[in-house]
């Protein structure tokens, strides 16, 4: 079975430009969240989604958005890209609802770079 | 607030030898304990966790991890590294809501 799978790999982009990050679950699983990790640290957790419904939010601004889809998988929004947007975009899936007590499988992720 | 701390950036051990990496977390409510390791270009992968029972936690690839409420420290052990272990190594803590907090990881490299 194929594992968390992210698109695009690589992204470059400039100041002001929206992006649209893409990932598909590990077959079955129901629940997505998306990580931001800026080189040389820790992932930081932007969102969760389960069963197409937000139930976890970050400490991101409202530039950022994301959804998700019936066949869950999930895109990952971000407008008026800053320089600090630059960063490795993780998605991870999980089978039930999320909660922090599951085993989370991640992506390779996506790594953005904004110039 | 709520947050993770591990100690060491960057941990060079030779092949064969003891290592630990250590984490710690401030937290007021029951936790959940988690340690990922990332290998280069790769997403993270779950070593262990922690959810309650005994302190004492096996994970894969021969690492084990200690939960220490009094010292609220969960240090992630290995009795004798391989060169394959070398990758980045993080400490992540939930609080039983939907926000997994990560540390600034530990970079391991085993040296022959």
């Known amino acids: 079975d194929a594992g968390v799978t992210q698109s695009p790999t690589h992204l470059i982009k400039t100041r002001g430009q929206h992006v649209t990050l893409r990932c598909s679950p590990i077959?079955?699983?129901?629940?997505v969240s998306w990580y931001q990790q800026v080189l040389g640290q820790g992932p930081q957790f932007i969102f969760q989604?389960?069963?197409?419904?937000?139930?976890g939010r970050g400490n991101f601004p409202d530039r950022f958005s994301a959804r998700q889809f019936p066949n869950y998988s999930s895109e990952l929004n971000v407008n008026a890209l800053l320089l600090g947007d630059s960063a490795l975009y993780l998605c991870?899936?999980?089978f039930g609802t999320g909660t922090t007590n599951e085993k989370l499988f991640f992506g390779s992720g996506t790594q953005l770079s904004v110039l | 607030a709520q947050s993770v701390t591990q100690l060491d950036s960057q941990v060079p051990v030779f092949e064969e030898a003891p290592v630990e990496l250590r984490c710690n977390y401030s937290?007021?409510?029951?936790?959940?304990l988690f340690w990922y390791v990332q290998y280069p270009n790769q997403g993270l992968q779950l070593l262990l966790k922690?959810?309650?029972?005994?302190?004492l936690v096996k994970g894969i690839n021969g690492f084990e991890a200690e939960f220490n409420k009094s010292q609220t420290s969960f240090h992630l052990r290995k009795p004798s590294v391989h060169i394959s272990d070398t990758a980045e190594y993080f400490c992540?803590?939930?609080?039983?809501?939907?926000?997994?907090?990560f540390g600034a990881g530990t970079r391991l490299t085993v040296k022959p």
């Open positions: 991870a899936s999980s």
């Open positions: 992540a803590v939930s609080y039983n809501n939907n926000d997994m907090r």
């Open positions: 077959s079955g699983h129901k629940s």
């Open positions: 937290s007021s409510v029951s936790v959940y």
């Open positions: 922690y959810l309650s029972g005994s302190t």
């Open positions: 989604y389960y069963e197409k419904e937000e139930r």
